[in-house]
């Protein structure tokens, strides 16, 4: 089957949440539309209303509206505005500027050409030819007369704009919230998928990797995501969204021109491929990079104890360095690409689209006929300078745009990882009969830590496991908790093969102690009862007395409910694990399986220990993993294991009478012991 690309996943996971985003988005388009609408209305107000007034005014018999002016005792209107219910008389008259002044002729006098004026005439060189035409210069009031009626639409022109802008700033406003919100659930719903992947895969993918780059994947990672969703979303298609509208404005002014700088288009497509294949190079090696910082930091921070007992701070940091090293370096090279495909050629290009810009107005100047109105001009510079704001928008947002893709490669590869549906529906209780039927098992699939094992656990025994370090002990637990399945053999509970079972079930009725505990951050209840609610407050506090870990908790602050911080490091060893073991009690396990649950015991704690396994191996299968020989004297049957095989099996008494390998094992232990005391 094959995969589905980076950026349709990234697609795809926004289409969760398309409403919030689709409403987003037109509250955009309506807010960059509104804006556009600048220029336009700055054209209609220079060219209608400010330069409006240079042109043709006819005399009217009677002042019948706003638009009419009263000079020389006489009405006129401008002819652009005459109604079919205006008199007229005679021919309309020419008001012309010549310089700062304005002066009136009793003629229609061409608009255009080059003026001149001398001895109250005016005139005008149009081509080959000029033309001369008596005319009055009007002083500062006459001029106001003119103007006059202009200043009411250019107020309401103005106040228009005001308006547009104000609405534009809600729906921005909405834009803004509505993307800000969707790429926040789009980035906890990815988290949540992230972190619900870590619970399907197998074990041992968190064996082969540093705890420090799965985080990064699920922190940082998502994070670069979440600045693609939030910020480069909204501005490239902002972007679009204003150049398409650009676009359009231009196509109304001038469709050649327009035409003309469409060429951005596909230039910038190419730069953002060229940018591409460069800028995901060197992100994959930063995120990397990044990823190896963490796991790093994270090493050290667990490690220090002995990172300062045995003076390694020296060469810690020096690997540091070395990754730190490595992070800057393509860091910088990012930083170049930027530089060099950034605000430079944006500069270049708008200079240059400026001088065909200036060329194409400069050459259409000469000839008299095609020359534009200022308003036209303006409009022409304002929508080509906007033009380039969203290209440089764009661009900035290239090395944005590349960090998530990385980041989306380096999560989906993690979501991509083979792993099982979490099953837990209920299953009955375990009688406790466990089986293993010639199981062969490895972990890397070719050098076998188990060869052939079989044996038999029937509900209510203690079975113990012993041998050196290596021979298998822990493999066998790992097998049974379902860690790992085995390449050959099979391992059944009461008849039911455990591959049968999703893993959650094969584990429903197990508990566990470990060699080295690991407590939570909460408080020691929660460490017991793990929030589920089917273990109440009173049965985590019977469970608690059970194992004797009440002696300590009594002389805490807060008794039961001491908070415990990450890992239990206030804690002593022997209390953490007494923790522990009132967890595996709590649950009730069928199967309880201690993995040297002992060995780091005190021998005062180990005695309390002793004393509540008495009691609670009744009725249930045990499984111990054991060093320390003393513990496991009352197992029902203990087997010994070597490379991988089992070399002996009985209870205490026939294996010390044997003189084998378990007999030698225990006359070492003893003889340290007797030194000891000695």
């Given at each position: ?14 289409l ?8 987003g988005?037109?509250?955009?388009a309506i807010?960059?539309t ?21 042109g043709?005014?006819?005399?009217v018999v ?8 009263a ?19 005679g ?35 149009f ?10 210069k009007?002083?500062?009031?006459e ?11 250019i ?17 921005k406003?909405f ?6 919100q ?11 998928d ?8 197998p074990?041992?993918?968190f ?5 420090g ?18 910020r480069v979303?909204?501005?490239i ?33 190419l730069w953002?491929?060229?940018?591409q294949?460069?800028?995901t ?7 990397a ?22 003076n ?6 020096d690997?540091?360095e070395?990754?730190n ?11 170049r ?7 430079n050629?944006?500069t270049v290009?708008r ?60 999560v989906?590869?993690l ?27 490895s ?10 094992i ?23 637990m ?21 591959k049968?079972?999703?893993?959650q ?16 951050t909460?408080t020691i209840?929660s ?12 049965r985590?506090?019977k ?13 805490l ?12 490091s ?24 201690l ?21 609670l191996?009744?009725?249930?299968t ?8 003393s ?22 008494d ?25």
């Open positions: 089957m094959k995969k589905k690309s980076t950026e349709r996943r990234l697609f795809q996971y926004a969760h949440y398309k409403k919030g985003i689709f409403i988005l037109i509250c955009l807010a960059v509104l804006e556009l609408a600048g220029p336009f209305i700055a054209k209609t107000v220079i060219d209608d209303h400010i330069l409006g007034v240079e043709y005014w006819q005399e009677e002042d019948n509206d706003r638009y009419t002016i000079y020389d005792d006489k009405y006129y209107k401008r002819v652009d505005r005459l109604l079919q219910t205006d008199e007229v008389v021919e309309p008259h020419t008001l012309m500027q010549v310089g700062t002044s304005y002066y009136m002729i009793d003629d229609q006098a061409p608009l255009s050409g080059v003026r001149e004026v001398g001895d109250s005439q005016i005139s005008i060189e081509g080959e030819d000029v033309l001369t035409y008596d005319a009055i009007l002083n500062l009031q001029m106001y007369a003119f103007f006059e009626p202009e200043q009411r639409p107020i309401l022109l103005l106040v228009l704009y005001m308006v547009l802008l104000l609405i534009a700033g809600v729906f406003f834009e803004t919230y509505l993307l800000q969707a790429s926040n659930q789009i980035i906890k719903k990815m988290r949540m992230l972190f619900a992947q870590t619970q399907r895969i074990i041992n993918y064996i082969d990797r540093p705890a780059t799965i985080v990064s994947r699920i922190t940082n990672d998502t994070e670069a995501i979440r600045d693609l969703y939030e979303l909204s501005i298609v902002s972007s679009i969204v204003y150049m398409t509208g650009i676009f359009i404005a231009l196509f109304i002014l001038d469709a050649r021109l327009a035409a003309m700088c469409l060429i951005l288009i596909p230039v910038i497509f953002m491929k060229g940018y294949y460069f800028g190079k060197y992100n994959t090696v930063i995120r990079t990044i990823s190896d910082i963490n796991g790093k930091i994270n090493e050290a921070i667990q490690g220090m104890p002995i990172i300062q007992a045995f390694r701070e020296k060469s810690t940091q690997e540091f070395e990754l090293e490595r992070h800057f370096t393509y860091q910088r090279k990012l930083v690409l930027s530089a060099l495909t950034s605000y050629l944006v290009l200079n240059i689209t400026f001088v065909g810009f200036i060329w194409y107005f400069g050459s259409g100047s000469l000839n008299l006929t095609s020359i534009i109105s200022i308003g036209m001009l303006y409009a022409f510079v304002d929508y080509i300078t906007r033009l380039f704001e969203p290209v440089t928008d764009i661009v900035n947002q290239l090395p944005l745009i590349e960090q998530a893709r990385v980041a989306g490669h380096r989906f590869e979501m991509n990882h083979k792993g099982e549906a979490i099953q837990n529906s209920k299953i009955n209780r375990y009688r406790g009969h466990v089986v293993f039927d010639q199981v062969t098992f972990y890397n699939g070719e050098d076998d830590v188990l060869k052939d079989s044996f038999e656990v029937k509900p209510g025994e203690t079975a113990a496991f012993v041998g050196h370090t290596g021979s298998g002990k822990s493999s066998i790992n097998l049974l908790f379902r860690f790992y399945d085995p390449q050959k053999g099979n391992i059944t509970i009461d008849g039911y093969s455990t049968e079972l999703s893993r079930q094969v584990r429903s009725h197990m508990g566990i102690v470990l060699q080295d505990p690991f407590l939570f909460g209840l460490n017991v009862t793990m929030n589920d609610p089917a273990i109440s407050r009173e985590a506090i469970a608690l007395e059970a194992v004797g870990a009440t002696g300590f908790i009594k002389r602050p807060k008794g039961y409910d001491e908070i415990v911080t990450e890992g239990g206030t804690f002593s060893l022997g209390e953490r694990q007494l923790i522990s073991f009132a967890r595996a009690l709590a649950f009730d396990p069928a199967i309880l399986i993995d040297e649950a002992t060995a780091n015991m005190d021998t005062e704690t180990e005695s309390v220990i002793q004393h509540a396994l008495e009691v191996q009744k009725n249930r045990t499984l111990v993993i054991a060093h320390r020989l513990t496991i004297q009352d197992a029902d049957r203990i087997i010994v294991l070597e490379r991988g095989t089992i070399k002996e099996r009985g209870n205490h026939t294996l010390i009478e044997e003189k084998g390998l378990y007999y030698q094992m225990y006359q070492m232990q003893q003889g340290r012991v007797r030194a000891s005391v000695s």
